[in-house]
């Protein structure tokens, strides 16, 4: 699917219900990223649903990126919970949240918390925080 990135691909399902797309590219590290999954009404794929993809994928490395730094920070924070023998409740009250957020934190639900607040939490179970670019 060279139309809506490099490295784009397509599955194509049919069914009873119809036929349907899902575009998705697997060139990040450790994840596939579908920008888009529609289901077909004509021969061609609508403009509308190839410009929706393309947006999407050019905002995929970036997102991806995003997704990595937050899934590394909760990764340390996991650490430091179980290096200090702490339970969520324990975190929790340490790090000033309530406790269904240690959760999530523990269960990897990333996409629930910003960079920032991420950082701040490592900031106050002191953990150090660095970030290198690469160029």
Excluded at 2 to 27: N, Q
């Amino acid at each position: 699917m060279s139309t809506v990135g490099p490295g784009a691909c397509e599955i194509r399902v049919r069914d009873r219900a119809g036929a349907f797309r899902v575009l998705y590219a697997a060139k990040f590290r450790n994840a596939v990223y579908v920008p888009h999954a529609f289901q077909k009404k004509s021969q061609k794929t609508s403009r509308r649903d190839i410009e929706l993809a393309r947006a999407r994928y050019r905002d995929a490395k970036a997102e991806a990126s995003v997704m990595l730094l937050r899934a590394q920070l909760a990764e340390a924070l996991r650490n430091w919970m179980e290096r200090e023998g702490l339970t969520q409740a324990q975190a929790a009250k340490r790090l000033g949240i309530a406790q269904p957020r240690v959760s999530d934190i523990v269960r990897n639900k990333v996409e629930l918390m910003s960079l920032d607040y991420l950082v701040g939490l490592c900031a106050k179970a002191k953990l150090d925080v660095g970030l290198k670019l690469a160029a």
